[in-house]
């Protein structure tokens, strides 16, 4: 491909990706990248996906992905038969490719500074395959002004060319919650933060006409980068918030839920409350690491932050304090947990996916397995490889094995297989007095109590 995308006019990048006469490579195929690759094949596009793990690329061009997320498993099989969606481990392949999406994980260190190791040799090989016109957009959630003083620098000096001159470069924030990742995609804005105005406006039309989404265009790319961070900590403090509403709910003997749904009907900045919803815990990778990475970007320039150490600390309790509320409501029907038998029903961190990562299942499946209760564990969505991140305990692979004779059944993860179910046939196959301990707050009450259960949620 001669030219390339950036430094043409806004006419002819218009045509060219409204014709999708060009390639999108997506340098790392991991959750983010193979949802934005598959989606964009499914559109269209002609995809390459770049991963230095073999395995990951082999299975891609089987057709095939371990990503658990819903839809997706179709998106790929499909896009790789037609021959829209490859992977390799070459990053020749941008070569014939106007778009570069870099997708790579941050992981967090030991004092919660965020390691930019994956995004510097991501940077490395880019740059070193790079040329005039191309336009690369960077999603992984990094600190601030990593695009432009970590990323920027190892593309201009491993390639020769000046971003904003030859090439295009701009930070363009992950935003999609797992399990509505497809969907949401195609619904929520792109934030875009550029080196240049050019860079910015070729990102907007990419939005525009491959994914069908606006592009809120803010400053630069360190303003980009703290719009995420800004997202992620405002989901964990209002989760925060509606946790520490449920403990006073639970001690007062009321429905937090009630009090939440009814709060948020006052209008307040234009738009009504919206407190989220109490639970077990907080899991996943964003939301446990984004909160640190705002606190660690604050002792940086000597701010010593109260919010985001707030909203992971409270957070952090809610697995014990889930696990205190299974002994007391135990206690009640004359039972103790070290005699009892506990059927978990879902570990993994979210509703209806089967990821693990950072789960806050795995803190209340330990306490349970250091009581020395009889434990069985089921869910449906999580792999056995999966699952040993958690227990040690073998997954039971169907529900009423798990259930059967226990005591207490505590829902970790309100995945849909369990609302399937009938409550009535459960509640046949458990201990009499069984308690239902809903952490997801995922049940009707008033069903599960009709079922012969008795039941408590957080909060509820």
């Known amino acids: 491909m001669a030219e390339g995308v950036f430094g043409r006019s806004d006419a002819e990048i218009d045509l060219l990706v409204r014709g999708m006469r060009s390639g999108i490579a997506v340098v790392g195929f991991g959750y983010i990248g193979t949802v934005i690759g598959a ?9 390459t ?8 690329v082999d299975e891609i061009n089987l057709g095939k992905t371990t990503v658990p997320e819903p839809g997706l498993g179709e998106l790929v099989a499909d896009s790789v038969r037609v021959g829209r969606l490859r992977a390799t481990t070459d990053f020749g392949a941008l ?8 997708t790579v994980g941050t992981p967090l260190g030991p004092d919660f500074e965020p390691i930019v190791d994956d995004i510097k040799a991501a940077a490395k090989a880019v740059g070193a395959h790079l040329r005039v016109g191309h336009l690369v957009i960077l999603k992984s959630t990094v600190p601030p002004d990593t695009t432009e003083n970590i990323v920027r620098p190892i593309l201009e000096e491993t390639s020769g060319l000046r971003a904003g001159v030859d090439f295009g470069l701009a930070f363009c924030p992950e935003r999609l919650a797992e399990g509505q990742a497809i969907f949401e995609l195609t619904s929520i804005p792109v934030v875009v933060g550029a080196v240049d105005e050019r860079s910015a406006r070729a990102c907007s039309t990419l939005w525009r006409h491959a994914l069908g989404v606006d592009s809120v265009v803010v400053d630069d790319p360190r303003t980009a980068e703290m719009v995420k961070l800004a997202d992620n900590l405002w989901v964990d403090l209002n989760v925060a918030l509606a946790n520490e509403l449920a403990k006073v709910c639970d001690r007062l003997g009321m429905d937090a839920l009630q009090v939440i749904e009814a709060a948020n009907t006052m209008p307040k900045g234009g738009r009504d409350a919206n407190i989220l919803r109490p639970s077990m815990g907080v899991g996943g990778y964003c939301l446990t690491k984004d909160p640190w990475f705002v606190n660690h970007l604050g002792q940086s320039v000597g701010l010593e932050l109260a919010i985001p150490r707030t909203s992971r600390t409270v957070n952090d309790t809610m697995p014990a304090y889930t696990y205190g509320l299974l002994t007391e409501l135990l206690a009640e029907q ?6 009892s038998k506990v059927a978990v029903l879902g570990i993994a961190f979210k509703n209806n996916t089967g990821d693990c990562r950072l789960t806050p299942t795995k803190y209340v499946v330990a306490l349970l397995e250091e009581s020395g209760c009889q434990l069985s564990v089921h ?3 999580v792999p056995d490889e999966e699952a040993h991140t958690v227990t ?10 798990a259930v059967k004779d226990a005591d207490a059944l505590m829902v970790l993860a309100g995945h849909r297989e369990f609302h399937q179910v009938p409550l009535v046939r459960l ?8 308690v239902f301990l809903d952490g997801r707050n995922s049940f009707d009450p008033a069903a599960v109590r009709a079922a012969g259960f008795i039941y408590k949620g957080i909060g509820r």
């Open 49 to 56: 996906g770049i991963d230095v793990r073999q395995a990951v």
């Open 427 to 434: 509640a046949e196959l458990t201990a009499a007095g069984c």
């Open 392 to 401: 040690k305990i073998p997954l039971t692979p169907d529900i009423e094995s």
């Open 39 to 47: 989606v964009l094949a499914d559109r269209g596009w002609p995809v």
């Open 334 to 339: 004359g039972k103790v947990i070290e005699t």
């Open 379 to 381: 869910d449906p969505w």
């Open 95 to 102: 070569a014939d490719n106007d778009f570069v999406i870099v």
